[in-house]
């Protein structure tokens, strides 16, 4: 998904509600970059990059190792409008993946991924548009992945992906999804703890509507409309 104007048109015509959750979902991955990076985290892969600016927007990540993977036709687009802009950040790697064909572990190999020491995934805005069998390969190649690693990333809820969710933003919200991406993975919050750890992950936090109100809306006083359709969870790799 894009930063800038171009994300905000395209969310504003999902509703205010969606604008402010995503806002906040990229609020809250950009505070997990910046403090794992400042920790020692010296790799990150950002997976299904799409025109995120995340490694160009954040001084943390100057210093840092940063993959971004993504299908060839959008990456190339991506970098063509940057070298419009005149930005190109040199310690990024752009890798062009199809997740649902190609192994995640092979195309680290040949990016050149030090895997014998910690890394930081980012998934922003992916997991909903893969099957279910991507995701979990995907989630066993980051589990594979040294102590000290990590993974954030972002899930749709499942009762919105199975239409079991009945509330009337839910219902609006279908019918304005592009037919040609749609959705076919979601999760229940319940259910994430036992996925990751299935995986050698063991989930850190979290977050939603809730959580998104409490830690960024409310203590600087803003009425933020949200909607509770994507929460984003962090996960840490566990010690063998």
């Known amino acids: 998904m894009a930063d800038g104007p171009m994300r905000e048109l395209y969310l504003s015509e999902l509703g205010s509600g969606t604008y402010g959750a995503q806002v906040m979902r990229t609020r809250y991955i950009d505070d997990v970059v910046t403090g794992l990076v400042e920790g020692g985290t010296t790799q990150v892969v950002i997976l299904g990059a799409g025109l995120d600016t995340r490694a160009f927007r954040l001084p943390v990540l100057a210093g840092a190792t940063v993959l971004e993977l993504d299908l060839p036709g959008t990456q190339q687009y991506k970098v063509e409008r940057l070298r419009d802009v005149r930005v ?129 809306a409310e203590p600087l006083g803003r009425r933020l409309e949200l909607y509770d359709v994507e929460h984003v969870a962090f996960a840490v790799v566990r010690a063998a």
């Open 88 to 216: 190109l950040a040199g310690a990024v790697r752009f890798i062009p993946t199809d997740l649902t064909t190609e192994p995640l572990d092979d195309v680290l190999a040949a990016a050149g991924l030090d895997r014998a020491n910690p890394v930081l995934f980012v998934w922003e805005g992916v997991t909903q548009y893969l099957p279910e069998a991507a995701v979990r390969s995907t989630l066993a190649c980051v589990g594979a992945s040294v102590p000290g690693s990590a993974l954030v990333f972002t899930y749709v809820r499942r009762s919105i992906i199975d239409g079991s969710a009945r509330d009337p933003w839910s219902e609006g919200l279908r019918p304005r999804l592009d037919p040609s991406e749609p959705w076919l993975f979601g999760l229940a919050p319940g259910e994430v703890p036992g996925l990751l750890d299935g995986y050698g992950l063991s989930l850190v936090d979290d977050v939603g509507e809730a959580e998104f109100r409490s830690r960024y």
